[in-house]
């Protein structure tokens, strides 16, 4: 469910573990709910961590007290956390205001689709080894390595010549790389010639992006 929705201080994780089987007991005909579905939680477990939390909290309280309160909170959140997921995160007779109140995360139905790339690879070379040329590229508007959100990586087109490229539709070869920095091999006859290459993002639907500027590098 993302962010843990269960409160980290003791008092205010009972205040909400209380609330919600509250609603619970409360609502549990319409939303289809069984009384033992949760009969094992509340009271006893509830009750049995209500009590040793008052009792950690007495000034005369001791290490065993403390020790009780630890051990009754953490059963106690282990089987809300499941009782959760079970019966109530995606119980459709629940409604977001009810999941609000609830103390609970709403959940978005149907996930938002990758938006369709609108900036592009902005791309550099390094040489790695002989006959090995990297490919890194930064994004241009952020300028940043990170892929920008719904892309799952770039699409490179080159092509070797004895002369720089000028035109994208003179790039005949492809390949593709999930993340940065990509790598590419030549041969030894290769060596000397121009490479020149453009590259343009590509979301998880399929879907591309513009082409970059073309840049040429000399194959060391």
Do not use: C
Not at 5 to 23: A, C, Q, S, V
């Amino acid at each position: 469910m993302g962010k843990d929705y269960i409160p980290r201080n003791d008092g205010n994780f009972l205040t909400w573990d209380k609330n919600l089987f509250t609603r619970v007991r409360t609502n549990a005909p319409r939303w289809n709910l069984s009384p033992t579905s949760w009969l094992h939680i509340d009271p006893p477990m509830i009750t049995a961590y209500e009590d040793a939390y008052a009792k950690a909290q007495d000034p005369n309280s001791g290490m065993a007290d403390t020790l009780e309160k630890n051990i009754t909170r953490d059963i106690l959140k282990k089987a809300t956390r499941i009782y959760v997921k079970e019966f109530l995160e995606y119980n459709s007779l629940i409604t977001d205001e009810e999941r609000l109140q609830m103390g609970l995360p709403v959940h978005d139905p149907k996930p938002s689709p990758a938006k369709d790339p609108h900036t592009y690879p902005v791309l550099t070379t390094k040489l790695l080894a002989p006959g090995v040329i990297e490919i890194h590229a930064v994004d241009s508007e952020s300028g940043r390595k990170a892929k920008p959100a719904g892309v799952h990586g770039f699409e490179v087109k080159m092509v070797i010549l004895d002369v720089p490229a000028t035109e994208w539709e003179q790039l005949t070869d492809s390949q593709f790389f999930t993340k940065t920095p990509g790598r590419i091999s030549f041969t030894g006859k290769q060596r000397g010639k121009m490479l020149s290459l453009a590259g343009r993002w590509e979301n998880t639907r399929g879907v591309k992006g513009p082409w970059s500027e073309i840049i040429t590098v000399i194959i060391p």
